[in-house]
């Protein structure tokens, strides 16, 4: 029996989006309230990538998914569960007795309005509710949040992210759009070219945004950030074969970052990736798109009060 007693969020969480802040928010309430651990469980892999066996693109990796539940959330205890066959084949009510509360302290359980869980998906929130009654445990079912008429949903937001609309993405999100992982070496040619970039690639199983240049912001782990310009696409100017680089140009910076893990967040797309005739012609407009990312953030600065 699982001594820490913990409020838990239930869902697959992709993205972390606005309809998921709901949940999360009720549980950081109710964490408080019982003086328990604010929790929310997760699974390593979506469950349609298992049923359906086509691989489904997502918007974060699982250790993406905990740090945007953590930093916007205060959720403290993230449980990344293996989404195997146990527990495909594990009964609804088994999920809810054995694995929630005897091995995770569940006292009080949030799940959204169309929440299933449970072999073959059988669990849902009614079943979720009474049974929580019969334990003793408290639970929330949250009503679905809508923006603009419509239902906030990590499929929706994957289709604004795939073709690059960043802005819309990241009021469905709540946050702006993430991608971190760790600076690779690149071919060493931007910093000749006077704009030296940091390489990342795309975690496995992530979906690559539309490509094309973004006003980026890229945080360092010690908590301090840079304004960047970003390419994601092959790079066809330098004939780069097929491989999807994420590669920012850091703005007021100078350093080594290799080896370092770098938050990319994306807030705008300022246009497609192009062949160029040639490197001059491909460096002048990397300098006018960095200028275009620091116009575009001081806008949002004064949209906010200059704060
Ligand atoms: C803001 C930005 C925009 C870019 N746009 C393009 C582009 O439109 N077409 C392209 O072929 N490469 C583009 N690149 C990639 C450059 O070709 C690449 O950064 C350069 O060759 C340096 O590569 P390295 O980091 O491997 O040295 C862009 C890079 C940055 C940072
Ligand atoms: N818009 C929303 N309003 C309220 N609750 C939501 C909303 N979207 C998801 N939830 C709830 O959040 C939890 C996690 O949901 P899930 O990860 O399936 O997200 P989703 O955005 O609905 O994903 P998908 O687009 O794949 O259906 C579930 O309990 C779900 O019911």
């Given at each position: 029996m699982e001594e820490t007693r913990r409020v838990i969020a239930l869902g697959f969480f992709d993205g972390v989006h606005r309809g998921h802040g709901a949940l999360l928010c009720r549980v950081g309430e109710k964490a408080a309230e019982l003086d328990a651990v604010p929790a929310a469980v997760t699974f390593d892999t979506h469950p349609e990538n298992l049923i359906l066996r086509s691989p489904l693109p997502l918007l974060s990796?699982?250790?993406?998914?905990?740090?945007?539940?953590?930093?916007?959330y205060g959720i403290r205890d993230v449980i990344i569960a293996r989404?195997?066959?146990?527990m495909m084949h594990m009964p609804w009510r088994e999920f809810i007795t054995d694995y929630l509360v005897k091995e995770h302290g569940a006292i009080h359980l949030v799940a959204g309005h169309?929440?299933?869980?449970?072999?073959?998906?059988?669990?849902?929130?009614?079943?979720l509710r009474e049974t929580c009654e019969e334990l003793g445990i408290g639970c929330d079912i949250i009503p679905k949040v809508e923006q603009d008429g419509i239902t906030i949903s990590s499929t929706y937001i994957?289709?604004?992210v795939a073709q690059g609309e960043m802005e819309r993405a990241n009021e469905f999100l709540g946050h702006p759009h993430t991608l971190s992982n760790t600076v690779a070496h690149g071919k060493r040619l931007g910093s000749t070219l006077g704009f030296p970039t940091v390489n990342l690639s795309i975690p496995k199983g992530v979906l690559i945004p539309a490509h094309g240049v973004y006003a980026c912001r890229a945080c360092f782990s010690d908590g301090s950030s840079r304004l960047a310009v970003t390419n994601v696409g092959t790079r066809p100017t330098v004939d780069d074969g097929d491989r999807v680089n994420v590669e920012g140009f850091l703005l007021d910076?100078?350093?080594d970052l290799y080896g370092k893990t770098i938050r990319m967040e994306f807030y705008k797309r300022l246009r497609g990736e192009r062949k160029f005739p040639s490197l001059e012609?491909?460096?002048?407009?990397?300098?006018?798109n960095a200028e275009e990312t620091r116009a575009y953030f001081a806008s949002l600065e004064r949209g906010s009060g200059g704060s």
């Amino acid at each position: 029996m699982e001594e820490t007693r913990r409020v838990i969020a239930l869902g697959f969480f992709d993205g972390v989006h606005r309809g998921h802040g709901a949940l999360l928010c009720r549980v950081g309430e109710k964490a408080a309230e019982l003086d328990a651990v604010p929790a929310a469980v997760t699974f390593d892999t979506h469950p349609e990538n298992l049923i359906l066996r086509s691989p489904l693109p997502l918007l974060s990796s699982p250790h993406d998914r905990a740090d945007l539940m953590q930093r916007y959330y205060g959720i403290r205890d993230v449980i990344i569960a293996r989404f195997d066959e146990r527990m495909m084949h594990m009964p609804w009510r088994e999920f809810i007795t054995d694995y929630l509360v005897k091995e995770h302290g569940a006292i009080h359980l949030v799940a959204g309005h169309d929440f299933h869980f449970g072999y073959k998906g059988e669990g849902n929130p009614q079943r979720l509710r009474e049974t929580c009654e019969e334990l003793g445990i408290g639970c929330d079912i949250i009503p679905k949040v809508e923006q603009d008429g419509i239902t906030i949903s990590s499929t929706y937001i994957r289709t604004l992210v795939a073709q690059g609309e960043m802005e819309r993405a990241n009021e469905f999100l709540g946050h702006p759009h993430t991608l971190s992982n760790t600076v690779a070496h690149g071919k060493r040619l931007g910093s000749t070219l006077g704009f030296p970039t940091v390489n990342l690639s795309i975690p496995k199983g992530v979906l690559i945004p539309a490509h094309g240049v973004y006003a980026c912001r890229a945080c360092f782990s010690d908590g301090s950030s840079r304004l960047a310009v970003t390419n994601v696409g092959t790079r066809p100017t330098v004939d780069d074969g097929d491989r999807v680089n994420v590669e920012g140009f850091l703005l007021d910076f100078s350093g080594d970052l290799y080896g370092k893990t770098i938050r990319m967040e994306f807030y705008k797309r300022l246009r497609g990736e192009r062949k160029f005739p040639s490197l001059e012609a491909l460096r002048e407009e990397v300098m006018r798109n960095a200028e275009e990312t620091r116009a575009y953030f001081a806008s949002l600065e004064r949209g906010s009060g200059g704060s």
